[in-house]
């Protein structure tokens, strides 16, 4: 495989897309809800008041709101989520969205697969330093994966705009090719 100096990965749009839906269908959910009054109040069994389902209107609006933010960050986002190249790679989009990391620092690669879910695990030297560098919301999310798969750096294949067994198969090859050399091997 013949392998450019580096090698950006753009992210997946599937997600935002998605996100961007689901914030359509519970802004109608909001209003519809929103929209009842006591007569259809009266001839239902779910609800004891008005109060109660302008409160779940509430909620689903403000869910919509949520989703409609993050899908169209997400859409207008056009960085990409995974680089690679000499010195190492730039990982945007793992829960722990660790940056820039050295070849030096990951010790190896591994898939993993949950309920036909494929992950890509980059094993590295201090997970612990990737961790406490990230927000505490990440680092939970980092120290979750961390237990699940044995590193905070784990790229799920729906994330990005690559087949996974390619994706695989480039990280492999710059690893192999980057990676740490032996002591005493030339560059």
């Not at 259809?40 to 779940?56: D, M, Y």
């Not at 709101?65 to 190492?88: F, I, N, T």
């Not at 989009?93 to 309920?115: D, N, Y």
Request: charged residues 20%; proline residues 4%.
């Amino acid at each position: 495989m013949t392998l450019p100096d580096a090698h950006a990965i753009p992210r997946s749009r599937a997600r935002p897309a998605l996100l961007l839906l689901a914030a359509a269908l519970l802004l109608v959910a909001s209003v519809w809800l929103a929209t009842r009054d006591a007569a259809w109040l009266a001839a239902q069994t779910r609800f004891e008041s008005l109060g109660a389902l302008r409160g779940l209107a509430g909620v689903a609006l403000l869910a919509a709101v949520a989703c409609a933010v993050k899908g169209a960050r997400g859409w207008a986002d056009r960085s990409p989520g995974l680089v690679l190249d000499a010195e190492g790679l730039v990982d945007m989009v793992s829960s722990v969205r660790a940056g820039r990391i050295r070849w030096a620092e990951v010790t190896g690669l591994a898939v993993l697969k949950v309920r036909n879910q494929f992950t890509l695990v980059l094993k590295v030297a201090d997970p612990q330093k990737l961790i406490a560098a990230a927000s505490p919301v990440r680092r939970a999310l980092a120290e979750a994966d961390a237990r699940l798969c044995g590193s905070p750096v784990a790229i799920s294949a729906a994330t990005l705009a690559i087949g996974f067994d390619d994706l695989v198969q480039l990280c492999h090859a710059y690893h192999a090719r980057y990676g740490t050399k032996p002591a005493g091997a030339g560059s």
